[in-house]
Each structure stands twice: as C-alpha cells, then as structure tokens.
C-alpha cells in the first residue's frame, strides 16, 4: 500500500500529519486505546501498542447512518424470532450438522439442554448488523446493505467508543479545523459534517445490569455475572471497561478463562451455577460470553462440555447456544428470502424495508450457485463466504472457481456465495502498525442492538420482550486494496463517521 495512491497530493500534509500523529498516540496512552502485546508479558509489567486508528474521521451519508439506525430496532426483532424458533433453526442449518462441525456440536447442546428440561426461559442479547455502502449501478443512488449479522461475543463496542471521543476531541482542539482550512474550498465545505455521539459503553452496561436484575437467585450466596474469556486475550481494552462498569453498579463481574470454567464452577441440584473465586462462592446471574466463538474451542470433550454445563444452568445467558446458532451465514442467507420473513411473522410493511438491505446470497449447494460459479466473467461481483461466527476466511471473486475445484462436494454447504458490495469511493488517512496510508478507503458501520426477552417453554415463539434498545454503533475503515476489515489483527483502523448530507458523501474528507 502506497501513501497517496490514485492521489495527486496528500490529504494531510507532513508538518500537520506529525502533529497528529503525537496527539492521537498520547490519546489513546491515556485513554487505554491500546491493545496487549500478552507475548511479551512479564511478571510485574507488559508491553501496549495503539489500537488502528483513522487519522480523519470518514464521510458517510447522515440519511443512510439514521436508516441504519433507525433499521436496529427491527434486525433485533427477526433475530429474536429466529432464535425461538428451533424448528426452522433446524432445517436451515441441517446440512452443517455433520460430525466434528462446530454447528453439530452446539446443536446437540441444545438437544441435550432440551431434554434434560429448560430451566431458565430468559435470554440476553447484545447484537451488531454491520453494513457498507453499495452502488446500485455505476452512476446509481448509494444504498445501505447488509454484510453480517453477529450476535456472539460483540467486539469493538468500547474502541469504538474511544475513537468517537478521539476525533471529537481533535475537533474540539481544531486540529481537524486545520486541515479543512488547507483543503481547496470548491472540495470541502466549512460546514460539511458532524461527529455522532456513541455512548456504547454506558448502554451495554445497562443491558447487562437489567439481565441481572432480572435473575431469581436460588442460594444464599450473592449473585455474579460471569464473563468467559479467552486466556492470553490481547483485546482486553474492549472487554475490561464492561466489566469495571458492571462493578460500578455494584454488581460483581469475574472472568473465567474458557478451559477453568469446568474447575471452577459446579451446577446445583436445581441448576444454580456456582462460580468459586478462591475462598468465596457465587450464584451466577448472567453469563456474558467473549470465548466460546471458534471451532478449536469446541474440538475436545471439555470444551463441549463447559459449554453444556453453562447452557444447562439457570443463569441467563447473553446470548444462549439457541441464539449463538443464528450467526453463522446460512441463518443470515435464509433470512433474505421473503418467505422465511412471512414465516417468522415480520409484517409486510418491515419486510419490504429489511429486503432494501439485502445482498443476493446462495448456498454453495444450490444447484443455481454452482452454475453462477461457472460462468467466470461475472464471479468478479461474487465473495464465497465459510459458515463461520463473524467475518474473514473469505474467498473474493477470480479465486473462487479454482477454490471449489478442490473442495468436496460433501463440503458446499458449508460456503455461502454473497454478491459484493461495491461501496463509493472515499479518501482518507490512515494510522496503520507499520505506515501512515493516505489513500482510497472503504468503511463499514455497525449499528449495535440490546434485548432481553423471554421464550415460550410450552411451544415455539416469544411470550415477552422485556427489553430492547438500539445501543450505539461501530464503525472501521480500510485500505480500498485490503480484503479483509478486522482491525486487532492489523487490517484495518477504528474510525468514527462524517456525517454528511447526499451532495457531500462521495470523495469528500475533512
């Protein structure tokens, strides 16, 4: 990646570039916008670097970031009923149910929580719908669409609160002013945008506290919310505020590294999930998930079986392994067909808004997918998808017909075929490990929901949504030449929105 490629001069000149570059790092030092360097861990200290940062915060329409918004309220609805809904869970995801498949093995946790009886009908869920920006056609209207849904182990809530902060920060030092002031007027206009506020931290807290609240202990013991992590976690900085906040509220929040969790906690008679921390005991109320997301920590007995006992348990579970099932891509693919909406209940009226939101996605196994494949000259505008928890191990466009060439039959299922999404050209600065890029950018928004909610025991469905609020929202640019976005694994940078009006969205910066 070339600074300034496809560019005339840099967007920040050196002497303001520097200036930028000292008061970001120092913001982010003492704001722990900072990610662990757990490799180099010493007993009494260890070693931080800078979470990826926009040096500029990048344009994005206001019309579209308010309907992303404003789209939250009803993404959470259709991934509640989905999740309720074991029956139509089941026949979407039966061709990854084959042995030794992470699918298969939370799935039968969940047969195995049904049959032994369901002892707590209460659900949390903390949801994240990221979206880009699409083209419709080559000199068409942009349109908001759908990338992902994710509803396991949301990351990102608190550094992208921070770099929020960040930039409005320097907006309030005018030192994004600055730069505005070197830029030609006929390209950027003194009043061309303004910083949202995200308040991510305080509304994920919130949601937890309410889950909380909500648990009936059983025990004398006092009650916790236990938090699963994964050992040697360099991502702590976006973990760690939730779990001082929780504090805060006087609720005590413990982390249980994914491999302890077996040795430290034990379920009672009625299933009361007690966690010991050295000499105390606790009843936990909430068990709030950031592990239990990748494959490898399903592949042994003990990993399914701490998964189990914590399923099995009365505390309430943010999100339960019904919900988790929901994030893989088939659910997603399903989910943009008219007749899963009309099956699920979802009104006609949010039907045709949801579908505005759409890509074309396929499984692999469809016979039509496969012809599409075939025909090279149009898989340019194609991304073959791993049914995986979140984002990456994508195949993009030429790579995918040799890609399936070597790939069983047997295995289709198991890749979703999703039309591209092409996204206007953008121009921004960006602070990456190794370089500072000025250049073609693309960003994705994700706009984070919470709910609470409680199952029908009886028969399939929702009986009551006890809580539901639009949270707050992410927001991460990259390299236009990069394919993949996942910034704590260098590829691309936190980042907060320009929100601008139609006429000053395409190609502007500030």
């Given at each position: 990646m070339n600074p300034g490629l496809g560019m005339e001069e840099p967007i920040v000149d050196s002497e303001?570039?520097?200036?930028?570059?000292?008061?970001?790092?120092?913001?982010?030092?003492?704001?722990?916008?900072?990610?662990?360097?757990?490799?180099?861990?010493?007993r009494t200290t260890v070693p931080c670097r800078p979470v990826n940062v926009s040096i500029l915060?990048?344009?994005f329409p206001r019309d579209l970031f308010e309907d992303a918004m404003d789209l939250q309220d009803l993404y959470t609805d259709l991934y509640i009923r989905a999740s309720s809904d074991p029956e139509w869970l089941y026949a979407v995801l039966d061709p990854l149910l084959k042995p030794g498949s992470v699918v298969k093995a939370l799935w039968d946790i969940w047969i195995q929580v049904q049959q032994t009886g369901v002892v707590q009908d209460v659900v949390c869920g903390i949801f994240r719908s990221d979206y880009m920006l699409h083209h419709t056609s080559r000199n068409?209207?942009?349109?908001?669409?759908?990338?992902?849904?994710?509803?396991?182990?949301?990351?990102?809530?608190?550094?992208?609160?921070?770099?929020?902060?960040l930039h409005s920060h320097l907006k309030r030092m005018k030192d994004l002013a600055s730069i505005r002031q070197q830029r030609p007027a006929s390209q950027v206009r003194q009043d061309e945008g303004s910083l949202p506020l995200n308040d991510n931290m305080l509304t994920l807290i919130s949601a937890l506290k309410a889950a909380h609240d909500t648990y009936t202990p059983s025990t004398p013991h006092p009650t916790c919310v236990l938090m699963p992590v994964q050992p040697t976690n360099f991502n702590i900085a976006d973990e760690r505020?939730?779990?001082?906040?929780?504090?805060?509220?006087?609720i005590p929040c413990y982390r249980c590294d994914w491999p302890d969790i077996i040795s430290q906690t034990t379920l009672t008679p009625d299933r009361s999930l007690l966690f010991q921390r050295f000499d105390l005991t606790f009843e936990v109320s909430l068990v709030y998930y950031r592990a239990g997301y990748e494959a490898h920590e399903y592949a042994t007995p003990s990993g399914i079986s701490t998964r189990l006992r914590l399923e099995l348990s009365r505390a309430i579970k943010c999100p339960d392994v019904l919900t988790h099932l929901t994030t893989f891509k088939s659910?997603?693919?399903?989910?943009?067909?008219?007749?899963?909406?009309?099956?699920?209940?979802?009104?006609?009226?949010?039907?045709?808004?949801?579908?505005?939101?759409?890509?074309p996605m396929f499984s692999l196994a469809d016979p039509g997918c496969l012809k599409l494949v075939q025909n090279t000259p149009e898989i340019g505008d194609w991304i073959l998808k791993p049914n995986l928890e979140g984002g990456g191990h994508n195949i993009h466009g030429p790579s995918i017909p040799a890609f399936i060439s070597n790939?069983?039959?047997?295995?289709?299922?198991?890749?979703?075929?999703?039309?591209?999404?092409r996204p206007p050209e953008q121009k921004s600065v960006l602070m990456l490990p190794d370089q500072v890029y000025q250049g073609p950018v693309i960003s994705e928004l994700g706009v984070i929901g919470t709910c609470l909610w409680?199952?029908?025991?009886?028969?399939?469905?929702?009986?009551?949504?006890?809580?539901?609020?639009?949270?707050?929202?992410?927001?991460?640019?990259?390299?236009?030449?990069?394919?993949?976005?996942?910034?704590?694994?260098?590829?691309?940078?936190?980042?907060?929105?320009?929100?601008?009006?139609?006429?000053?969205a395409a190609g502007s910066h500030v």
């Open positions: 303001r570039l520097d200036h930028l570059l000292s008061q970001i790092k120092d913001y982010q030092i003492t704001h722990g916008f900072l990610l662990k360097g757990v490799r180099l861990e010493q915060p990048t344009p068409g209207p942009v349109a908001l669409k759908q990338v992902e849904m994710n509803t396991l182990c949301i990351a990102g809530a608190c550094h992208a609160e921070r770099a929020s902060d505020p939730l779990e001082y906040g929780l504090w805060d509220e006087s659910v997603q693919a399903a989910l943009t067909h008219h007749s899963a909406l009309a099956y699920l209940n979802i009104s006609p009226d949010d039907q045709a808004r949801l579908a505005e939101t759409f890509m790939l069983p039959q047997s295995s289709y299922a198991d890749y979703t075929l999703m039309q591209r999404i409680r199952r029908n025991a009886e028969e399939k469905g929702v009986r009551e949504v006890l809580r539901k609020e639009t949270a707050g929202w992410t927001f991460k640019t990259k390299p236009a030449g990069v394919d993949e976005m996942s910034v704590v694994k260098g590829y691309g940078c936190f980042d907060c929105p320009l929100l601008v009006e139609k006429d000053g």
